[in-house]
């Protein structure tokens, strides 16, 4: 199963694995994934962000899509 919704794949997947640009970033179950990050209850969704981006730089754009822009 191939998603980029991470909600989904959270709900639907007992594992799984994360790419960044090709390259194989996590890999396991959602507790196991926390578990090597220290990201606590953390969804998984943030745990992708966390392993592929500046999790803040994506976290400002999407609230100033809220905000109606920059």
């Known amino acids: ?7 989904v794949a959270e709900r ?4 799984v694995g994360i790419l960044d640009a090709g390259r194989l970033v996590g890999e396991g179950s959602l507790d196991s994934l926390r578990q090597q990050g220290a990201h606590g ?5 943030s745990i992708f962000l966390k ?3 500046d999790e803040a730089a994506v ?12």
Do not use: I, K, Y
Not at 41 to 45: H, I
Not at 59 to 70: F, H, T
């Open 51 to 53: 392993l592929t981006s």
């Open 41 to 45: 209850d953390a969804t998984l969704e």
């Open 1 to 7: 199963f191939s998603t980029h919704t991470m909600e």
């Open 59 to 70: 976290e400002a754009a999407v609230r100033s899509l809220g905000d109606g822009g920059p």
């Open 12 to 15: 639907l997947c007992h594992r």
